[in-house]
């Protein structure tokens, strides 16, 4: 599995602070309707499509991955950080969680008839985006899903912005060029969600959900995301 300075940064950051991460974001999606929503239309997505094994890439503790079991889906976790893939497998005993990288990942060409991305691109440098934008589409069977969710840019006219996060360094993407760099990849947009921030939120930024679809006549790698 290649490395890179980047992902060393977050997962040794995540390895940290798993146990209060975990905690703090246990019961996050109980207060986020629009999140419910998102993951819903992901999984009816799925399922109208045929079903099959669903990755959620960048899983952190595992509690959307058991959500999305709930929702009838066959869903599995991957995280670079140990630590958290420790605490899913503990708190979901149940469920697959492995630990992995999105830009080489094990799974086979086709094999998923989804991928989840929430907020696990935010640690992404701009310039290695596509890189992982072109594994999300090998691993996708055709007609597969991706829903990504990400906080946008403010700015259309910045493709990208640096934010301080609290845990690694982090970026905020313009809906439209995030939208445009899924295009190139093979991925189609679907449906967007868009939720604006409410007065108790930490961060005052927009979340935004882009349900995705890799063409139902296209199979095997795109190429430059393979192992």
Same mark, same amino acid.
């Given at each position: 599995?290649?490395?890179?300075?980047?992902?060393?940064?977050?997962?040794?950051?995540?390895?940290?602070?798993?146990?209060?991460?975990?905690?703090?974001?246990?019961?996050?999606?109980?207060?986020?309707?629009?999140?419910? @929503?998102? %993951? *819903? =239309?992901? $999984?009816?997505? #799925?399922?109208? &499509? +045929?079903?099959?094994?669903?990755?959620?890439?960048?899983?952190?503790?595992?509690?959307?991955?058991?959500?999305? @079991?709930? %929702? *009838? =889906?066959? $869903?599995?976790? #991957?995280?670079? &950080? +140990?630590?958290?893939?420790?605490?899913?497998?503990?708190?979901?005993?149940?469920?697959?969680?492995?630990?992995?990288?999105?830009?080489?990942?094990?799974?086979?060409?086709?094999?998923?008839? +989804?991928?989840?991305?929430?907020?696990?691109?935010?640690?992404?440098?701009?310039?290695?985006?596509?890189?992982?934008?072109?594994?999300?589409?090998?691993?996708?069977?055709?007609?597969?899903?991706?829903?990504?969710?990400?906080?946008?840019?403010?700015?259309?006219?910045?493709?990208?912005?640096?934010?301080?996060?609290?845990?690694?360094?982090?970026?905020?993407?313009?809906?439209?060029?995030?939208?445009?760099?899924?295009?190139?990849?093979?991925?189609?947009?679907?449906?967007?969600?868009?939720?604006?921030?409410?007065?108790?939120?930490?961060?005052?930024?927009?979340?935004?959900?882009?349900?995705?679809?890799?063409?139902?006549?296209?199979?095997?790698?795109?190429?430059?995301?393979?192992?």
């Amino acid at each position: 599995m290649v490395e890179d300075d980047a992902l060393q940064v977050t997962r040794e950051a995540y390895d940290a602070v798993a146990s209060t991460y975990a905690q703090l974001f246990r019961d996050s999606l109980r207060d986020s309707p629009v999140d419910r @929503a998102a %993951l *819903g =239309l992901f $999984a009816e997505a #799925v399922r109208t &499509s +045929g079903g099959g094994p669903v990755g959620d890439l960048g899983c952190g503790p595992g509690h959307v991955t058991a959500y999305l @079991a709930e %929702l *009838g =889906l066959a $869903a599995f976790g #991957v995280d670079a &950080s +140990g630590a958290m893939v420790e605490l899913a497998r503990e708190a979901h005993p149940s469920l697959r969680f492995d630990v992995g990288s999105m830009t080489a990942s094990d799974i086979a060409d086709g094999e998923l008839a +989804g991928v989840l991305a929430r907020w696990s691109v935010i640690h992404t440098p701009p310039e290695q985006l596509p890189l992982v934008l072109a594994e999300f589409h090998r691993v996708l069977a055709a007609g597969g899903h991706l829903l990504i969710g990400f906080w946008a840019s403010e700015d259309a006219s910045h493709r990208t912005q640096v934010f301080d996060h609290a845990v690694a360094p982090a970026y905020r993407w313009c809906p439209d060029h995030l939208a445009a760099l899924l295009r190139t990849a093979g991925l189609a947009e679907v449906a967007r969600l868009t939720r604006e921030p409410r007065p108790t939120d930490r961060r005052q930024f927009r979340e935004t959900h882009l349900l995705v679809r890799k063409g139902a006549e296209q199979s095997g790698s795109r190429g430059g995301g393979g192992r």
